[in-house]
């Protein structure tokens, strides 16, 4: 069956960078775009961004267009979002997403979600 | 930017009972992509519908998807205890940026 497996949670300082990581099986990793959704406490869902593990391409949200990177390793099965600059409202929940459409998509299975806290 | 608005905020029910939750968009969402999503505290956030209308695998037929354009309901026919828990709407057809709605709590 589908799995998204991600990384354990962290903790870091404001200004930090953190690496999430997202291994996927069940599937061939190649074929279906990946996403990341985040929510912080008491907050809602937000999109961060995609990545095609398939040649790499990405696109990410505006508001982290400066602080985002997604990559993928496809030996491994794996995706990676780094999020730089740090600040106290990146506090959150981090999910990995799998899209059955590519970029304009609905999420058919998710990660177990990753905890980023980040306080001084 | 799509701006998606679920209402009611937090829907009070009791198990047997029939919930309908509102997702209203700020303009058309395109080709009707819309999905539905059921979050539990401690688990991966599950999809429920997408397209709409359409039930995603192993989803159980209490719950249903309608609507179009602007207005979008997600109901759920009869009320397990299982079902309580936070739905949140989201569009797709105006993408990026995907956009979620803010949540509809539903609890007993």
């Known amino acids: 069956q589908v799995q998204l497996v991600q990384s354990g949670a962290e903790v870091k300082k404001p200004g930090a960078s953190v690496k999430v990581s997202c291994t996927a099986s069940?599937?061939?990793?190649?074929?279906?775009?990946l996403h990341w959704v985040r929510q912080a406490p008491g907050q809602g869902l937000e999109w961060m961004g995609v990545?095609?593990?398939?040649?790499?391409?990405?696109n990410y949200a505006q508001m982290f267009q400066d602080r985002v990177t997604m990559t993928r390793d496809t030996s491994t099965s794996a995706v990676y979002m780094e999020l730089s600059s740090l600040r106290s409202e990146d506090t959150a929940l981090y999910y990995c997403?799998?899209?059955?459409?590519?970029?304009?998509?609905?999420?058919?299975?998710w990660g177990q979600g990753t905890l980023v806290t980040v306080s001084s | 930017e799509i701006v998606l608005t679920q209402s009611p905020g937090t829907l009070s029910l009791s198990p047997g009972e029939r919930a309908t939750l509102s997702c209203r968009a700020s303009q058309s969402v395109s080709s009707n992509y819309l999905a539905w999503y059921q979050l539990k505290p401690g688990q991966a956030p599950r999809l429920l519908i997408y397209g709409a209308s359409s039930r995603a695998t192993d989803i159980p037929d209490r719950f249903s998807g309608s609507g179009s354009r602007t207005d979008f309901t997600l109901t759920i026919s009869r009320l397990e205890p299982e079902d309580f828990a936070v739905y949140y709407c989201q569009q797709y057809g105006s993408s990026p940026p995907i956009t979620f709605g803010q949540g509809t709590r539903l609890e007993i």
């Open positions: 997403a799998r899209a059955v459409a590519g970029t304009r998509s609905w999420f058919d299975s």
């Open positions: 069940g599937y061939t990793f190649t074929s279906y775009y």
């Open positions: 990545i095609n593990p398939n040649g790499g391409f990405t």
